[in-house]
Antibody, heavy 116, light 106 residues
Framework: EVQLVESGGGLVQPGGSLRLSCAASGFTFSSYQMNWVRQAPGKGLEWISHIRTDGTTVYYDSVQGRFTISRDNAKNSLYLQMNSLRAEDTAVYYC??????????WGQGTLVTVSS | EIVLTQSPATLSLSPGDRATLSCRASQSVRSYLAWYQQKRGQAPRLLISDAYNRATGTPARFSGSGSGTDFTLTISSLEPEDFAVYYCQQRSSWPLTFGGGTKVEI
């Protein structure tokens, strides 16, 4: 069974940093592209970052230069390092799997709250 | 950036009704359009990929159509568990974008 489990969310002050993790199981993690998608409270979905199997990355403009996506295939894990956090980064963050396809599996999400 | 506009924002229907949801793209996304269902407090779930391909486990009452800039998700006869928010999403070009969602409510 495919499972994606996010962790690392919490309350952080504006300007602070946080590192999210996504533990993958039930599939060959190294063969899949992975993504982070977020959802602000009461709002819609926003894709923010993508990492290919070869480690190349793509970011949405709003997080470019502040967030870094990475993966550790040996640990079947995806990460999102978030720096210089702003109030508008407050959201549930989901990891999601793709393979030249839409997001076919999603984690349950982890809540990040940026507030003083 | 490709903007996806979903309409209507809210659809008020009853079980057994037919639901028709629209997604319009600001430029062609070819057939690279997906539909997701999201229930309150849950992660989104893929329903339809590449405009009309039902994902594994998607009931046959869900169907997708369209290409280019105009797409439709149809639910032929609403079941109680279908009342949720539906999002379209394009993967034709970066950045990947979602529509604003259509809430299907009783």
């Amino acid at each position: 069974e495919v499972q994606l489990v996010e962790s690392g969310g919490g309350l952080v002050q504006p300007g602070g940093s946080l590192r999210l993790s996504c533990a993958a199981s039930g599939f060959t993690f190294s063969s899949y592209q992975m993504n982070w998608v977020r959802q602000a409270p009461g709002k819609g979905l926003e894709w923010i970052s993508h990492i290919r199997t070869d480690g190349t990355t793509v970011y949405y403009d709003s997080v470019q230069g502040r967030f870094t996506i990475s993966r550790d295939n040996a640990k079947n894990s995806l990460y999102l390092q978030m720096n210089s956090l702003r109030a508008e980064d407050t959201a549930v963050y989901y990891c999601a799997r793709t393979l030249e396809s839409p997001f076919d599996y999603w984690g349950q999400g982890t809540l990040v709250t940026v507030s003083s | 950036e490709i903007v996806l506009t979903q309409s209507p924002a809210t659809l008020s229907l009853s079980p057994g009704d037919r639901a028709t949801l629209s997604c319009r793209a600001s430029q062609s996304v070819r057939s690279y359009l997906a539909w997701y269902q999201q229930k309150r407090g849950q992660a989104p779930r893929l329903l339809i990929s590449d405009a009309y391909n039902r994902a594994t486990g998607t009931p046959a009452r869900f169907s997708g159509s369209g290409s280019g800039t105009d797409f439709t998700l149809t639910i032929s006869s609403l079941e109680p568990e279908d009342f949720a928010v539906y999002y379209c999403q394009q993967r034709s070009s970066w950045p990947l974008t979602f529509g604003g969602g259509t809430k299907v409510e009783i």
